[in-house]
Structures are given as structure tokens and as C-alpha cells.
């Protein structure tokens, strides 16, 4: 069974700094384009980070550049999202996702919540 589980959410004040941890197991991940997405309460889940499982080749939103990272452990099979300077617009629910395109395979974790006051 395919299980990504995020954590490493909470509450931190505006200027800290959290890092997310996304651990995948239940199958090879060789192929696959590993992501942080994120969804605030109204809005529309959105893009945060992306990065490719072999290469590490990796794509941020223009929101998020310069203040996250994303990066992986192949050895410990765990996506994380390093994430300074928050700020109260950085809160909401952060998704780990997996895609593969060929054939179409895509899996979400269950969403961890950060919460940035002012």
C-alpha cells in the first residue's frame, strides 16, 4: 500500500522557519515527480515546490522562491520542504503528492497544518 506522510507542521510566528518531512513507502519512487502543495482555507490547493526523484532537478512557485527548498533523501525515501521567513499568507494545509505520467500514478499524503500568526 502507497503511503506518503507528512509531518513536521505547527504553529510559528511570523520570520520562523519549519521544515516539512513527507516519508514515502509502499513502492519504488524511481520515476516519479515528488511535490509540496499547499490550500488555504476559500482558496484553490496550489503548487509550492517540485522535484524530480532521480535528478533532484527542482521547480518552485515564483511565491515561494528564495524563501523555501525542497529536497530528498533516496536513502531514507523522505521529501522535505525547508520553509523560512514565514509569514501569515505561508498558512495552510501542505500536501506531499507523488506523479508518475506513464503510465498516469499519482498519490497524496493527508495534508499537514502550518500556521504562521503575526
Known amino acids: 500500500q502507497v503511503q506518503l506522510v507528512e509531518s513536521g507542521g505547527g504553529l510559528v510566528q511570523a520570520g520562523g522557519s519549519l521544515t516539512l518531512s513527507c516519508l514515502a513507502s509502499?513502492?519504488?519512487?524511481?520515476?516519479?515527480?515528488m511535490g509540496w502543495f499547499r490550500q488555504a482555507p476559500g482558496k484553490e490547493r496550489e503548487v509550492v515546490a517540485l522535484?524530480?526523484?532521480?535528478?533532484?532537478?527542482?521547480v518552485y512557485a515564483d511565491s515561494v522562491k528564495d524563501q523555501f527548498t525542497i529536497s530528498r533523501d533516496s536513502a531514507k525515501n523522505t521529501v522535505y520542504l525547508q520553509m523560512n521567513s514565514l509569514n501569515p499568507d505561508d498558512s495552510a494545509v501542505y500536501y506531499c503528492?507523488?506523479?508518475?505520467?506513464?503510465?498516469?500514478?499519482?498519490?497524496w499524503g493527508q495534508g499537514t497544518q502550518v500556521t504562521v500568526s503575526s
Open positions: 522535484i524530480t526523484w532521480e535528478f533532484g532537478m527542482t
Open positions: 503528492n507523488a506523479f508518475k505520467p506513464r503510465p498516469q500514478t499519482e498519490y
Open positions: 509502499g513502492r519504488s519512487f524511481s520515476g516519479y515527480r
